[in-house]
């Protein structure tokens, strides 16, 4: 990796990492569906313009039914669980149990395969593969058994399903959108995402009636700009730098960026037992989702000499 591809690494692994503190932030003073529509709409401002002046849209709308699969998957349902879940839940435990993504992802991309969703060919997850599910299964247990004590369960089961929304919208983008230009992908799931927010924020909480704090405005804007519009960006940028597979071992680097932003701006207390699990799941998620190992083919040509 160039010096190059390390700071979009970097750079993604940061974007990536802080929305958890910012959102634990931005719902001190605003409602979950408040901050989902304006973090969505001001993502899709950003990227609409740009897709649009790439041609890159239209293919993406065309697609219109995977597109709607994905947009819920990985928007609509777990934007709003992940800001409801940070009003009890620590920020640093949340993103701690987001990591088990790349777990539930296996088992998603598995069960499609088996009812026919997907006709791609399986890729056998081998001893390195099941040694990982069951590492990262005893990692989330011990975060959910320990960590999360006391919490409201609610916030746990709402976290929970979070990850398997974005568990879904992985394999939808990967099964059904993949061949399409990303920023088109994302910004029509962003537009449509504030479209479905905007009647349910008007009929329900309503606008806020006066103008929320400095450090939210400032939480709401980073979370709009930096962890959506420039975070997709700088993904585009390291896939073609490194490609989509080592690009995604960022993945792995964000729920620590997100520990320490949390120890450090909000004063969340971590345990033992939650740096235990944290290793666990991060451990379980590499060896799970890694690719098998390929066995070496003898050269017949070398074994003649």
Not at 130 to 136: E, K, N, S
């Given at each position: 990796m160039d010096r190059r591809a390390a700071l979009l690494f970097a750079g993604l692994g940061i974007a990536w990492g802080v929305p958890y503190l910012f959102i634990a932030i931005a719902v001190d003073e605003l409602a979950p569906s408040v901050l989902v529509l304006a973090r969505t709409a001001l993502g899709a401002l950003l990227l609409l313009p740009l897709a649009l002046a790439h041609r890159?849209?239209?293919?993406?709308?065309r697609r219109w039914r995977p597109l709607l699969v994905y947009a819920a998957a990985e928007v609509v349902l777990p934007w709003l669980m992940l800001a409801r879940a940070e009003r009890t839940l620590p920020s640093s435990t949340t993103a701690l149990l987001i990591a088990?993504?790349?777990?539930?992802?296996?088992?998603?991309g598995a069960l499609a395969r088996r009812w026919g969703l997907d006709r791609s060919a399986p890729r056998p997850l081998g001893r390195r593969g099941?040694?990982?599910?069951?590492?990262?299964t005893a990692g989330v247990a011990a975060l959910v058994g320990v960590s999360v004590t006391g919490a409201d369960p609610v916030a746990v089961l709402e976290v929970a399903l979070v990850v398997v929304g974005y568990a879904v919208g992985a394999w939808v983008l990967g099964a059904h959108l993949s061949d399409l230009p990303a920023s088109g992908v994302m910004a029509a799931s962003l537009a449509i995402s504030a479209l479905v927010y905007l009647p349910v924020v008007l009929l329900g909480p309503g606008l806020p009636t006066a103008l929320?704090?400095?450090?939210?405005?400032?939480?709401v804007a980073v979370l709009g700009v930096v962890c959506t519009a420039l975070a997709f960006l700088l993904l585009g940028a390291l896939v073609s730098a490194v490609g989509p597979v080592r690009a995604t071992t960022v993945v792995y680097v964000n729920p620590l960026v997100a520990v320490v932003a949390g120890a450090a701006v909000l004063g969340e207390r971590l345990t033992g037992w939650t740096?235990?699990?944290?290793?666990?799941?991060l451990a379980g998620s590499v060896l799970a989702t890694a690719p098998p190992r390929r066995r070496s083919v003898p050269d017949p040509a070398a074994a003649a000499t």
């Open positions: 890159q849209l239209v293919p993406a709308l088990a993504v790349p777990l539930v992802g296996v088992v998603v099941v040694l990982g599910l069951a590492i990262g929320p704090s400095a450090r939210v405005l400032v939480a740096a235990v699990g944290a290793v666990l799941v």
